[in-house]
């Protein structure tokens, strides 16, 4: 299993988006751009993949250990810490509306209409 595929499967299980990624990285001082994080996530046939360093994922995961623990002076309880950033938005459910009915014309008079 390579450093991208564990990469990949942080960020799946934990419900991350990109700039999150580089928050988390940033934790530890560690600068590194949404674009890369998006070539360390693409296949690798891909022209635009990239090889996710040691040092890379080294940082990722202590930056995650920080997101969610905290730090000793300001320590973080994890299950709450994924409560507050994983509420799934969910949209109003749509009530089902019947179609419309199109107005039945055949019973209309027309003034131009041929009497036969």
Known sequence: MTNNDILKKLRVALMLRDDEIVEIL?????????????????????????????????????????????????????????????????????KYEKPKKKPDLSYVKYKNKKKS
């Open 26 to 94: 940033e934790l530890v001082d560690f600068r590194i751009s949404k674009s890369e994080i998006g070539a360390f996530c693409r296949k690798e046939g891909h022209p635009k993949y990239r090889e996710c360093g040691d040092q890379v994922l080294r940082n990722f995961l202590n930056g995650l250990v920080i997101h969610l623990r905290g730090t000793k002076e300001n320590p973080k309880i994890p299950k709450e810490v994924l409560k507050q950033t994983k509420t799934p938005v969910s949209t109003p459910a749509r």
